[in-house]
């Protein structure tokens, strides 16, 4: 049996906490599974290619986390499991350009001409760019932003 690449060496509580991520139902499947790949490292009993198996994952992402979990500093458990902060394009709307596309799904399209009785989010982000609230935006980007701060359009 080869060993461990990373050998994780877990103290009481960290397995009582690790196991109590496994056990709670709101856990997410990811971090359920990455506190899994620890628990099951630190028994010794088992090779990367086992634990990769039963855990449903590569070896290499395994080798991974198992990395992570030896090179971490921060004894936030949750925090080593999670995933980290992905570099993306910046955000080009600004706070105050969200601010006037919620008031103006707010208000009915009739008031600004448009001869339906409901905003649509395709109607609506045709309104927003004809007013100059932005330069551009997708129906798609308009609808998640309506849903994620729970707005439903008149």
């Known amino acids: 049996m080869r060993p461990l690449k990373y050998k994780i060496e877990l103290s009481e509580s960290e397995k009582e906490e690790l196991e109590k991520i496994i056990r709670k139902q709101t856990t997410a499947q990811n971090i359920a599974k990455r506190a899994r790949i620890i628990l099951m490292a630190n028994s010794g009993e088992y090779t990367n290619r086992e634990i990769a198996k039963y855990v449903g994952i590569n070896e290499n992402e395994l080798t991974k986390w198992t990395k992570r979990w030896v090179n971490s500093?921060?004894?936030?458990?949750?925090?080593?499991?999670?995933?980290?902060?992905?570099?993306?394009?910046?955000?080009?709307?600004?706070a105050e350009q969200?601010?006037?596309?919620?008031?103006l799904?707010?208000?009915?399209?009739?008031?600004?001409?448009?001869?339906?009785?409901h905003w649509s989010h395709s109607s609506l982000t045709t309104e927003?760019?004809?007013?100059?609230?932005?330069?551009?935006?997708?129906?798609?980007?308009?609808?998640?932003?309506?849903?994620?701060?729970?707005?439903?359009?008149?």
Request: aromatic content about 2%; charged content about 25%.
């Open 105 to 117: 799904a707010c208000e009915k399209p009739e008031n600004h001409g448009v001869p339906i009785t």
């Open 73 to 94: 500093t921060t004894k936030n458990i949750e925090e080593i499991l999670e995933d980290r902060p992905r570099s993306g394009r910046p955000a080009t709307i600004t």
């Open 128 to 154: 927003i760019i004809k007013q100059g609230i932005v330069e551009s935006i997708s129906p798609t980007h308009v609808g998640n932003f309506l849903k994620k701060v729970e707005l439903q359009p008149h």
């Open 98 to 103: 969200w601010c006037k596309i919620m008031a």
